[in-house]
């Protein structure tokens, strides 16, 4: 059964990696001299020129209102979504790749409204794509929402499996799930042209390249700028039996103390401000990249996995605090605090350690010079690999005992 998962969700992990190298040239652009949203006479429209046709669909999502439009990917490049809304006709505006080869829009409307028109007109070497809402009593949105299905958008979600997976107890190598935050549609964090998504992916790439070499099977949530959801990402880490999931961030605060790395460990009681507010910028990340978290079926056997949580969490703090110290005596910047809790959905793994590793703050001047050092990242890199194995010996020279 275990090997059956495994290969689902190393087929999806590989339709990921497998995005062909794109000629950029070829893709069709944004044109933002034909582009405008424009608010009249309570309509609100949205049009966009394309410098080729694209398929598209357009749908309605809640919680908040929201218009998403898919299409065959489309190069944004050097096109701000705030320009086009600058009349503030829509509460915001965003768009990105969102799967490979296709984009989507995010666009917040002012209230309930629906879709009066979704069209495309095309000419051999331009498009435009024109949409007109209308607002609508807040029970007719209800009934007009939801993403439609159809095999040509989705694609194939890995299969959750239905009780907890046995923990490592040394006997074969330790199974690592790494998950750069963000990305896509959602850059996460950005200050001085650099882009949270990015600088953890590059880091993501090289701890990986060192944990190899440790001797740890290593899997990413993602391997290039693409947007995966946060429940997605806990999925992927379930579907592989991961002994471990590392979450990598590098988000910015506006608090001004805010430099150095931090480890995270769920805490759904976390009351910390700061937290908390990183913690409703990740999940509003899902929301805004137009994710449909409606129709959640949660196919894990509840009682197991109560169970499981309980011997789950002390796991999880002993290697925030071997991690922390790992860091710590590679002589590596730490925040204040360096281990703390917060309500990060991305660590509700039941069975599986989490944590996530705020590599600094890109808020901080000092943090983002650290983390483009591909000389820090190293040494960064070294720490962790260092904390996690030994974190992992005793982990399960614990398991054999438990077992006896
Ligand atoms: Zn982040």
Partial sequence: ????????????????????????????????????????????????????????????????????????????????????????????LRWGRFRPGWSRLVAELPGPMRLLEAVEETAPDAALVRMLLEPVSPEDFTARVGAPSSALWDLPQPAVTAAPHRRQDGARPLRVVLDPGHGGIDPGA????????????????????????????????REEDIFVPLETRITVARAVGADLLLSLHADALAEGEATGATVYLLDDAAQDAASQKLAERHDRADLLAGVDLSGH?????????????????????????????????????????????????????????????????????????????????????????????????????????LRK
């Avoid at 600088?199 to 790439?205: N, Q």
């Avoid at 190899?212 to 990413?220: I, N, P, Q, S």
């Avoid at 949660?298 to 969490?313: F, I, K, N, P, Q």
Wanted: aromatic fraction near 4%; glycine fraction near 6%; charged fraction near 25%.
């Fill in 297 to 401: 079926d949660d196919a894990v056997a509840g009682v197991l996995m109560d169970l499981a949580r309980v011997e789950t969490h002390p796991r999880s703090l002993r290697l925030a605090q071997v991690l922390a110290g790992a860091i710590k005596a590679e002589g590596l910047k730490m925040h204040r605090h360096p281990v703390q809790g917060a309500d990060f959905s991305v660590l509700k793994s039941p069975d599986i350690p989490s944590l996530l590793l705020e590599l600094g703050f890109l808020s901080s001047e000092a943090d983002r010079v650290r983390l483009l050092d591909a000389e820090w990242r190293k040494r960064m890199a070294r720490a962790v690999v260092k904390g996690v194995e030994s974190w992992a010996q005793a982990d399960a020279a614990e398991a054999r005992l």
């Fill in 1 to 92: 059964m275990k090997r059956i998962l495994l290969g689902i969700a190393l087929a999806w992990l590989a339709s990921i990696g497998l995005v062909q190298a794109q000629d950029f040239s070829a893709l069709a652009r944004v044109e933002p001299a034909r582009s405008h949203v424009r608010a009249t006479d309570g309509q609100t429209e949205i049009v966009l020129g394309i410098s080729q046709p694209v398929p598209f669909r357009a749908y309605l999502l809640d919680g908040p209102p929201r218009l998403i439009v898919d299409f065959r990917e489309v190069d944004f490049t050097g096109q701000n979504p705030a320009d086009m809304n600058e009349g503030g006709a829509l509460q915001g």
């Fill in 190 to 221: 950005e200050a001085d042209a650099q882009s949270e998504a990015v600088l953890v992916l590059t880091f993501a790439r090289d701890l990986k390249e060192a944990m190899t070499r440790a001797g740890m099977e290593v899997l990413m949530t």
